[in-house]
């Protein structure tokens, strides 16, 4: 084929894609930058021609992942952004960057980005309501740490002090500061919930109209960390420019709270405000126990709602479900069961063939990397005389997957791992490098 019709090709496919794609060379010149990419920054097309003429990535590259892969010549993976692009829009996305060598000489690097922002929005939507309070009784968690979780909020609720709840999304957090709300003995008037992953002009436009308005009003924050520092300080002087109210604050972070204000995410003075005491609600990876009840809990509300004959899994799916890690936690749960009902008619059990495909890929993805994990670690496992190989192979094996182990451990950074290893970097380097060129490739990986 001519050519020019394989360029025709290249550049069609990259355009079109539903996957962002930079590449940039050594010197982080701009070399490809597509439109999925493009949408994403937010960039139009004066913009792009702009940055195309002046041949430079938008990020300043010393701090840019691509230029840690540059650096490091050692990819960067799985990496998950969430910011407001060009156009004031919140995109979330996760991130693949990798070398690009030509012939065994690193020319530059691609990064491949994946757009999650809706499914990102939708798994941190709050678990449903059901049309009714949210109480603490309605919460199906049988697990001890739960119990545990749901104690420690009712004394949040009987004494009216202030709690950061701590956890990832989906794990029902907005459920237990609901809960508290309606366990107060006095009752407050209102229950406003503030999602400051949002516009946060509009968050602070909230608090400020709420908290004159109303004496006794619950305000939780959720995902508070995701305001600006300057923000955060303002709420506290919003907050201690009322002092005569009755209102009870709730904060929720996704991380331990003392990390968020050390890398400057979480102001010690807004912590200080809402940390009368934290309250960590676990993944339900680590609760797996909760999982049946809340699906139990869900098809009897599905039975009551739309008179469906669905009673609950078949025992492979059950298992299925009990060793899936549920990465969107709760909610994740929530989202495939309403998948799965949508299409039911007359089933009474789940089978294996009515869970959605997306879903199978997801649990076929995490089997393969158990498999990969337990391959790697069985690589210097003796068991049989066919086992043994020559010592010098052996050695080589062992260093190249301890290397490549530092490596991660520091995000590929070279200096570090050198540190760590007590090697020189150049002599890092060299292996690196030398492992790279041993391996099958083509001219570029």
Known sequence: M???????????????????ICVVDTEGKLLIYNKKMRELEGVNEDEFEERRALEIIDFEIEKSDIYKVLNSETPVLNV??????????????????????YEGILVGAVEFARDITQLEYMMYQPLRRYGAPLTFDIITAVSAVMKD?????????????????????????????????HDLKVQNDMFIALICRRDEKT???????????????????ERIEYLSLEAQEKIVELFNNHPNHQHVLIASVGKDPIDL???QELSKKLYRLFSGITIYV???????????????????????????????????VRETFLKYDWPGNLKELEVLLDEITSLITNETIVEPHMLPVHFKWKIQSACEEIEKEASTSDLFVIKNQQDIRPLDVYMKEVEEYYISKALDFHQGNISKTAAALGIRRQS??????????????????
């Open 2 to 20: 001519d050519n020019n019709v394989l360029q025709s090709i290249y550049k069609y496919v990259i355009e079109k894609g539903d996957m962002g």
């Open 80 to 101: 998950k952004k969430t910011y407001w692009n060009k156009k004031n829009q919140e995109v979330t996305y996760i991130s693949n960057i990798y070398p690009l060598h």
């Open 149 to 181: 979780v749901i104690e420690k909020a009712k004394i949040v609720a009987l004494s009216r002090m202030p709690v950061v709840l701590i956890g990832e999304s989906g794990t029902g957090i907005d459920m237990v500061a609901e809960g508290i709300h």
């Open 203 to 221: 968050v602070l436009k909230q608090f400020e109209k709420y908290i004159v308005e109303k004496e006794r009003i619950t305000f939780f924050a």
């Open 261 to 263: 204000i050390q890398k």
């Open 282 to 316: 676990p993944p339900l990876r680590d609760r797996k126990e909760d999982i049946m009840p809340f699906i139990d809990d869900y098809f009897k509300r599905h039975r009551d709602s739309f008179g469906s004959s669905i009673q609950g899994l078949s025992d492979e």
């Open 428 to 445: 890092l380097q060299y292996r690196v490098k030398n492992y790279k060129l041993n391996k099958k490739s083509e001219n570029i990986d």
